[in-house]
């Protein structure tokens, strides 16, 4: 297994809601479309940068892309030009999540439901991937793999040779999507293990939790996260000592301090699990 390893640490995107953070945080960030496309001025990037596509949330509200892909690529080339240091765009890709297809209500959040099957979710991924890259081949796209079982990813590497002639063994980055619910379980750490077995190498884990950046880091070329978010807001954790001192806010969903805080600790982490012997 060893030879399936990456010996240098993932780099991580932080995930933030605020895209002013652009400007300001001399970090790598990931910022989503939906958040950027209503600045009419936007944040210069002090630092390289990713886009998401916000694909999780359009397919959870409308189970369908509302985006067609020219308007995606219109503000992609917007945010290019005018924001600067984008390192990748995600694609307008389907989540192959069981709630994502079937809809239903998982807490406080419904989901429409796109009624299709997985194989449907990825021949779409794959086939908007096709479409970007075809119309914007300025602008940095990346293929990402979706499914449910180990084998569907498998499947979805081969889609892309069938269907859009592109061998994802040879791309700089591949995304790997619809693992954020099963991170830090052994069929994320399989997913990732079968993709490097079969040769794709350089992967980004999308919206991982420290649990799974930790296990599965050595497997990935790049992650983000906003789970720190996640953790400030829905777990209803109090607000730093000095956030409630200065009277700035009540929890921490959108602290930069936070943020940073949080970012330090896991890349800790991280970096003691590399250092320690596979179990
Ligand atoms: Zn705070």
Not at 16 to 23: E, I, K, N, S, V
Not at 71 to 84: L, M, P, S
């Amino acid at each position: 297994m060893a030879g399936d390893t990456t010996s240098t640490p993932p780099l991580f995107l932080l995930g933030t809601h605020q895209p002013g953070w652009l400007a300001r945080v001399g970090l790598p960030l990931f910022v989503a479309d939906p958040r950027l496309r209503v600045y009419k001025t936007l944040p210069r990037a002090a630092a390289p940068w990713a886009l998401d596509s916000g694909g999780f949330s359009e397919l959870q509200k409308y189970g369908r892309w509302t985006v067609t892909p020219r308007q995606y690529i219109a503000r992609v080339r917007r945010y290019r030009d005018e924001v600067g240091r984008l390192l990748w765009a995600a694609p307008q890709d389907w989540m192959c999540e069981a709630d994502v297809i079937n809809g239903g209500r998982v807490g406080p959040v419904v989901f429409a439901g796109t009624g299709l099957s997985v194989g449907e979710h990825q021949r779409r991924t794959v086939l908007n991937y096709a479409q970007l890259r075809d119309l914007a081949p300025d602008l940095p796209f990346i293929p990402v793999v979706q499914g449910d079982t180990v084998d569907d990813y498998l499947r979805c590497v081969d889609l892309y040779w069938s269907l859009a002639g592109l061998d994802l063994t040879t791309a700089p980055l591949v995304g790997v999507g619809s693992v954020c619910r099963r991170q830090g379980t052994a069929e994320a750490g399989r997913i990732l293990a079968a993709l490097h077995t079969c040769g794709v190498r350089r992967l980004h884990g999308f919206g991982f939790k420290t649990l799974g950046l930790i296990a599965h880091g050595h497997l990935l070329t790049s992650a983000d996260s906003l789970a720190w978010s996640d953790t400030a807001r829905k777990l209803r954790r109090p607000a730093l000592p000095e956030c409630v001192r200065a009277g700035r806010h009540r929890n921490c969903a959108n602290c930069l301090n936070y943020a940073l805080r949080w970012r330090a600790e896991l890349l800790a982490a991280a970096r003691t699990a590399r250092h320690q012997p596979a179990a």
